[in-house]
């Protein structure tokens, strides 16, 4: 939703906060996003409530909130604290406001009711209605502190966030969230198998001709004619890791390819690769192979 001041640079301002995020669209007609927040100069105000759209911020606070002081609808819920690691649920369209009387780190999945509709259409399972919370009642969640700490490093360093890797994260977020909150079920026949010998070839054909990684999760499932859902069952079936891991190991494959020549700089091929800079691809080797790729060079060409 274009509009919304719920996730990103508009949701920061709103709120007085630096921001970071990511948007995909991996699911149709749906825009979900993850946002950081850091507020490190109370103001003692109230915060602007946000424009009113039919979504949910689902909030994972990293800092101490030791007197929480929260609105919905002008409504004031009673006094809390939020400690760190806790899941907290807003309801967009009840207008939430709080007292910015305590620094805060914070982040925050943002989805639109598109977002849930889509994914129990893509699982053929009955909708959702509302989220279960209580305002201003924060909950451990081990999942969605998981979730929101395994993000932190794409906001240090976003050269790692390539598209698959961001669409991966937030469906599943979005399938913990609607599950675990708002009471959908499985399919109560679940597809077992993995893809057909076409339905990899093709899926795989995709993914190396964007050697990036920024082919769409969307567009493989289209391809291979499955649901987001039943696509990344089957590919992780079928191939043992995620798209996202299989292209990552087809750039390390590429380049040790490249390494054994000595035509090349590792800045290049760092770029042929599809990697941003060399410093982007000496972690990714080294993380993969267990050595430099310089290092890695100088062994297999003695």
Excluded at 122 to 141: F, H, N, T, W
Excluded at 184 to 196: D, E, F, H, S, V
Aim: proline share 8%; glycine share 6%.
């Amino acid at each position: 939703m274009p509009n919304s001041d719920s996730y990103g640079e508009a949701f920061g301002k709103r709120l007085g906060a630096q921001a970071t995020s990511f948007a995909t669209r991996a699911l149709p007609r749906a825009t979900i996003a993850v946002t950081e927040l850091r507020y490190e100069n109370p103001q003692n105000v109230l915060s602007t409530p946000p424009i009113i759209e039919d979504a949910f911020l689902v909030a994972v606070h990293l800092r101490n909130f030791p007197r929480y002081q929260y609105w919905e609808n002008g409504k004031a819920a009673p006094v809390s604290t939020l400690r760190p690691g806790e899941t907290i649920i807003y309801d967009v369209k009840r207008q939430p406001t709080f007292h910015l009387n305590s620094p805060f780190h914070s982040v925050h999945f943002y989805f639109p009711r598109a977002a849930f509709d889509a994914l129990a259409d893509e699982a053929g399972v009955p909708r959702i209605g509302e989220l279960r919370y209580k305002p201003a009642v924060s909950r451990r969640d081990p999942v969605l502190r998981g979730m929101a700490e395994a993000v932190l490093p794409l906001f240090r360093t976003p050269d790692l966030a390539n598209r698959l890797l961001v669409d991966h994260l937030m469906l599943t977020v979005g399938h913990h969230v609607t599950s675990h909150y708002g009471g959908m079920r499985p399919p109560t026949q679940r597809a077992l198998g993995g893809l057909t010998p076409v339905q990899e070839r093709r899926a795989k054909e995709l993914l190396t001709g964007s050697i990036s990684g920024d082919v769409p999760l969307s567009e493989l499932a289209r391809e291979c004619g499955l649901s987001l859902t039943s696509f990344s069952r089957a590919f992780r079936k079928t191939v043992g890791i995620p798209p996202h891991r299989w292209v990552i190991q087809q750039r390390i494959e590429l380049a040790k390819t490249m390494l054994r020549g000595d035509s090349m700089s590792l800045a290049e091929i760092a770029l042929e690769c599809g990697f941003s800079d060399q410093s982007h691809f000496t972690r990714f080797f080294t993380a993969t192979v267990g050595a430099s790729p310089g290092f890695w060079r100088q062994v297999v060409r003695k």
